[in-house]
Nanobody, 125 residues
Framework: QVQLVESGGGSVQAGGSLRLSCAAS????????MGWFRQAPGKEREFVAA????????YHADSVKGRFTISRDNAKNTLYLQMNSLKPEDTAVYYC??????????????????WGQGTQVTISS
C-alpha cells in the first residue's frame, strides 16, 4: 500500500504561482511513477504531469507546458508541482497518483493504483 497526502492548494489571482506537494508513505520503494491529475466541476479528471521515479523522465500536458513543472525529492518521498502563470481555467481539484506497476502510458488514469484525497486550486481573474 502507498498513502498519498497532497498539500499546497489555495486561491490566487491569475498570473500567480502555487506549489503543490504530495507526501508518499508506505511501500514507496515499489513506486514506478507518480503523477498529477486535476478535475474541474462537471469535467473528467485529466492528466497534468507525471514523472518516472527511476530516471526522472517527466511528462507534461500541452495545456500546462512551460507553466507547470513536476519534480520529486526521493529522500523525502515527496512529489511537487510548481505552477506558474496560473489561469482561471487551471481551477480544479488536483490529485496526486502513484503506480506500483511499470506504466505503459503515464497520462492514463487507469495506470495508477493509488490516489490522494485532492487539494483545491482556485484561480480568480
Amino acid at each position: 500500500q502507498v498513502q498519498l497526502v497532497e498539500s499546497g492548494g489555495g486561491s490566487v489571482q491569475a498570473g500567480g504561482s502555487l506549489r503543490l506537494s504530495c507526501a508518499a508513505s508506505g511501500r514507496t520503494f515499489s513506486t514506478y511513477a507518480m503523477g498529477w491529475f486535476r478535475q474541474a466541476p462537471g469535467k473528467e479528471r485529466e492528466f497534468v504531469a507525471a514523472i518516472r521515479w527511476s530516471g526522472g523522465n517527466t511528462y507534461h500536458a500541452d495545456s500546462v507546458k512551460g507553466r507547470f513543472t513536476i519534480s520529486r525529492d526521493n529522500a523525502k518521498n515527496t512529489l511537487y508541482l510548481q505552477m506558474n502563470s496560473l489561469k482561471p481555467e487551471d481551477t480544479a481539484v488536483y490529485y496526486c497518483a502513484a503506480t506500483t506497476r511499470p506504466p505503459t502510458y503515464v497520462a492514463r488514469r487507469t495506470e495508477y493504483d493509488y490516489w490522494g484525497q485532492g487539494t483545491q486550486v482556485t484561480i480568480s481573474s
